[in-house]
């Protein structure tokens, strides 16, 4: 099984917070990340006719360089990694997806249009801890 990898805006306050969640609840490794700005992302965001330049969106790619590796972007991305990481946050995530996705996207655009201002922006991705640098596949 591939593992699937979340797509985040490497200087994005809040998008580092979701990697630390992930991280922390994810004690299986299930998941792999990569920065919107790397090689990698452009690569295959480009193979799926996503644009590389929009740092707005989380994505997650689900069976990486498999036949049926498809993408999931805002709200069907997040609610993709609720239910993988199992116990409540499935729960959460099975309750989001029972709401309409243009009332979850729509929610999804206005946190993602102030995200900076509210969570602040780094000047450059962030480096992984040496234990949790083997998830992260553009260091």
Known sequence: MSHPIILY????????RL???????????????????????AHILSRHHA????????????????????????????????KQLGGIWMFLGSFLQL??????????????RNRYRIFGRFETCMLPSPQMRDRFLDV
């Open 9 to 16: 805006d490497g200087v994005c306050g809040l998008c580092n």
């Open 19 to 41: 990697n630390q969640f992930v991280l922390g609840r994810d004690p299986e490794d299930i998941f792999r990340f990569a920065s919107l700005q790397s090689p990698l992302a």
């Open 51 to 82: 644009d590389p330049q929009d740092l707005d969106t989380v994505y997650v790619v689900v069976s990486h360089e498999l036949p049926h590796e498809h993408l999931l972007a805002r709200s069907d991305a997040i609610i993709f990694v609720l």
């Open 99 to 112: 709401l309409p996705r243009v009332l979850r996207d729509a929610a999804y655009r206005l946190v993602a």
